[in-house]
């Protein structure tokens, strides 16, 4: 047969072909770009992690034997529960600001999760709709033999 003389469920099945490889293609692709996308947000989220483990590892000191040795060194200059008291807050401060610092700079990053990518392949998938709609209304139009 010709192409003038296919009928139109073959012209329809002809586009639904192409369609579905178009879509394979492009998620792919669109997956590929989420992946990178991802990795991209992670990178830059590195350093806040970093200041927040480091928040938690001055907390931790705070509370282990390099506790317990500048308990003894401001012991000589104030009262055991004095000396405590110094330290628990200098240990504690610290931890605080490193905390808050790496809180703040993780408010200021985007969320890492392919967000464009997402809206990147909404608004072709719409496209991509709309356009075999078309194509679908143009098949069942009776054509002239």
Do not use: C, H, N
């Not at 830059?44 to 907390?59: D, K, N």
Request: proline share 6%.
């Amino acid at each position: 047969m010709t192409e003038q003389q296919q009928s139109p469920q073959a012209g329809i099945a002809g586009a639904l072909t192409d369609l579905s490889e178009q879509t394979r293609i492009l998620v792919r692709g669109e997956i590929a770009s989420a992946q990178r996308e991802t990795w991209d947000k992670l990178k830059a989220t590195a350093p806040a992690l970093g200041l927040l483990g480091g928040a938690g590892v001055l907390g931790l000191a705070a509370s282990a034997s390099a506790y317990r040795a500048s308990l003894r060194l401001l012991e000589r200059w104030l009262p055991p529960s004095g000396a405590a008291l110094l330290a628990t807050v200098v240990y504690g401060g610290g931890a605080a600001a490193a905390g808050m610092a790496g809180l703040q700079q993780l408010r200021t990053l985007p969320v890492p999760f392919p967000a464009e990518t997402v809206a990147e392949t909404g608004a072709v998938v719409e496209e991509t709709a709309a356009q075999v709609r078309r194509g679908a209304a143009d098949a069942t139009v009776p054509r002239p033999r």
